[in-house]
């Protein structure tokens, strides 16, 4: 007999293939529109960067549509925009893509120009400047947002040396360390086909899609790529506090520490302690039914620790928005929660509703087929199996309040955590 | 149920829609790629209804919506949500309120049982009021802290005279500071009923055997009158009007405001593709001037409101640099007075028809998308607005454009805001020494 989440579950056939070259494709036939969408991803990010050019992942992937030794910026933007499809490149610490969503007869379009976003980028030298000027601005603007300043602020302090501290845009002072040189040198040095990983969702036939990614790809040359190491960055033993100023009508709160890789095992158990503690679905997480429905503190307060893993240890954040003069009041409710998981177990009703949540939503993360493209590359970074859908309800299952609490205790700290906040003087 | 039309839109799909007895209408349109229901039910009220004094109550009211009945008591809405692995949420705007849930197809019709009791069951426990009145203005302080919230607030404001447009979805301060249980469930029952509002059903379900679930839940909630028409109307603007907002950031900001017909207004459609030509893309005339040539802006966008009763056309950027407010306000009057004097380009017709048209078929991809757009259609303008909507944006012609531009985009109908630091910056890096290095 088929359980529920079996029944729910979409199931769908994935195509693995890796070209003669090293690049991974991984294929999936979605019809259920006349659209695809496409997802090339480097296996490079800002957590490679060296620290006194903080910003040059994200700055090359802002400048791979720039121009490339095939096509100027305007002849890129001019031929995905005159589809009426999508075409975006983006960064994080662990990653560069490429990303198009197109109709079914713009494929080879949307295929042709995101190899050539990756394979052929030439950084031209007036943009490189303008983005530098842009990215600038950009950080001043976002310096005006307190949730922002103090999220910074508690990365700085909860990751040390560790390339994770800064923020993924890079400092104003690294920012203008940037040259043209850099941007090619971070290309050649990470943008290989043996080094990327491509997905392609949606309306064709596998067989007939092979041959089309072939020439736009296959001749991208295979080279050595060597990822540098990066020491873990360690767990505080201490507690650290930074507030930060600001003539706003909030105080941002932000409580955490460094928290778990994506392939911990213990990931599913955390999930279900975010689910209890500070997610879900609503109010319905100890954090925000007593500190929003019942204080009336907040209007945004959350907690999670799975949100951020990934190849680096994310973090445990609890964050609060509030009125500043609630500011002890909210921090004391946030550590409250967090020691009353870890120091109780959790009720038998709370495990079960947080594992139907889990199991039941899951759906949800598969419904466009950019989604499912974004899965197949999570799949395969973090060797979750193509499978992974039809063994998640069972690792979900499988937590016991006994294991909640094991983790609990684990990986929440209640004496040795980071709190910055960003918010009015006076009110301290 | 009474009548039942089925209405073929566009590329062939079909939704249906059924009108109960009791004037609750419903659209329903199968989608079965995933095994996802998205219900989705529409109020006729938001803040364009609120009087003077009462601002904010149709938002107030949305946060209700979770604090119970008498058969879901409070936080039994996203208890049930939870454990049935779904999610829910809500919004408001000047013209609706809205409510989703999107479940897995085997357990959705729980959403049917929520909506149907707190349409009319809603209690107002007071001291419930109260505890949701702090989390409201919360998220109104919230808003405050985002520059541009605070930017389009005072802009609209001061761009209507008369329309409630004028006034915050959420409602200013001091009224909903004053606000009381009673009158806010008085507000409930003069809107909440089944003529007043859309259920929208959209994903893997049986049209025929879902009609026959909502008959059984909806249909004994009674008719109820409709409350009076909403009769302001704004009058013309006599000439610029000029504001500025203090505020904690060196980062100069502005938004200009035009008067503008609402949505299905013959003039709409060449205003939509006007839009789409002025910021959609790194193609768009003011990306390409701004962005690439003058370097002055982080982003310039422009945003024309989707409403009811005629509304405002805003354009807004970001200065970066030593860029100025002023410099950048010039170099947008230039380029609009350029589309008046030229029009716009065969491509870049041709590009907005694309970008609707490849718009249209993506959001066919996801139930609670369609849903959206259903809704907010049938809730706003009619469904039948969607089976001419392409074919009205593919006849807009270059002096269409040129005209709307001339018409409403003219320095007597605009209202222009400045966000001007108050003195007491936040912000420490001065990336004006970049520019020249």
Known sequence: MKTPEAEIWRSFDVQSQTLSNGLQVLLVENPAIPAIAINATVLTGARYEPEDKAGLAIMASNLLDEGTTTRTSLAIAEAIEATGGHLETDASFERVVAAATVLKQDTDLGLELVADLLINPIFPEDYVSKEKSRTLAEIASAKDRPQVVAGWALNELIYGSHPLHRPAQGYPETIGQITRNDLQQFHEQFFAPNNAILSVVGDFKVDEIRARIEKRFGGWNRRPVSLPAIPKPVRQKERREKFIPMAAQQSNIYLGHLGIERTNPDFYALQVLDTILGGGAGFTARIPQRLRDELGLAYTTFASITMAAGIDPGRFVAYIGTSPENTKLAIEGLLNEIRRIVDEPVSQEELQDARDFLTGSFVFAFESSAQIARFLIQASVYNLGFDYGEKYPGFIKAITAEDISRVAGLYLDTENYTLTISGPMEER | ?437
């Not at chain 2, 970066?320 to 410099?327: D, L, M, P, Q, S």
């Not at chain 2, 065969?346 to 993506?362: N, S």
């Open chain 2, 1 to 437: 149920m009474s009548v039942s039309v089925d209405s073929s839109t566009f590329s062939g799909d079909v939704v249906r829609r059924t009108v109960l007895d009791n004037g609750l209408t419903v659209l329903t349109r199968e989608l079965h790629t995933s095994p996802i229901v998205t219900s989705m039910i529409w109020y006729r009220v938001g803040s364009r209804n609120e009087e003077l004094g009462q601002t904010g109550k149709s938002h107030f009211l949305e946060h209700m919506l979770f604090k119970g009945t008498d058969r879901f008591k409070k936080g039994s809405v996203d208890l049930l949500t939870l454990k049935n692995g779904g999610n829910n949420n809500a919004f408001t705007s000047h013209d609706f309120t809205a409510y989703y849930f999107n479940f897995a197809s085997d357990r959705w019709d729980v959403a049917l049982d929520i909506e149907s009791d707190r349409m009319v069951n809603c209690v107002f426990a007071p001291a419930e009021f109260e505890a949701e009145k702090k989390v409201v203005i919360e998220e109104l302080q919230m808003g405050l802290d985002s520059p541009w919230g605070l930017l389009l607030q005072e802009l609209d404001a001061g761009a209507y005279k008369v329309h409630p447009y004028r006034n915050p979805v959420i409602g200013w301060l001091q009224d909903v500071e004053r606000a009381t249980s009673a009158e806010q469930q008085n507000y409930y029952r003069k809107h909440y009923y089944p003529g007043n509002a859309t259920l929208v059903l959209t994903g893997d379900f049986e049209t025929d055997r879902v009609l026959d679930q909502v008959f059984e839940r909806f249909s004994a909630i009674p008719k109820r009158p409709d409350p009076p028409a909403v009769t302001a109307v704004e009058p013309s603007q006599r000439g610029e009007k000029r504001l500025q907002v203090q505020w904690r950031s060196k980062v100069p900001r502005l938004a200009i405001a035009y008067h503008a017909p609402q949505i299905a207004h013959p003039d709409s459609y060449a205003l939509q593709v006007l839009n789409l030509v002025l910021t959609e893309g790194k193609t768009s005339r003011l990306y390409q001037r701004l962005v690439e040539r003058e370097q002055s802006v982080t982003f310039a966008t422009a945003e024309y409101a989707e409403s009811k009763d005629p509304t405002l056309f805003h354009i807004r950027a970001e200065a970066r640099g030593k860029h100025t407010a002023e410099e950048i306000e010039a170099s947008i009057y230039e380029e609009l007075q350029r589309i008046v004097t030229d029009g716009a380009t065969t491509q870049e017709l041709d590009r907005a028809k694309h970008l609707v048209q490849a718009h249209f078929i993506l959001s066919r991809e996801r139930a609670v998308d369609q849903a959206m757009l259903l809704g907010q259609v049938e809730t706003l303008y009619g469904l039948s607005y969607i089976e001419t909507y392409l074919n009205k944006i593919s006849s807009v012609a270059s002096e269409d454009v040129s005209a709307v531009c001339s018409r409403y985009l003219t320095a007597a109908n605009r209202t222009v805001g400045y966000l001007i630091p108050d003195g007491s910056s936040a912000s420490d890096v001065d990336e004006g020494d970049y520019e020249d290095a």
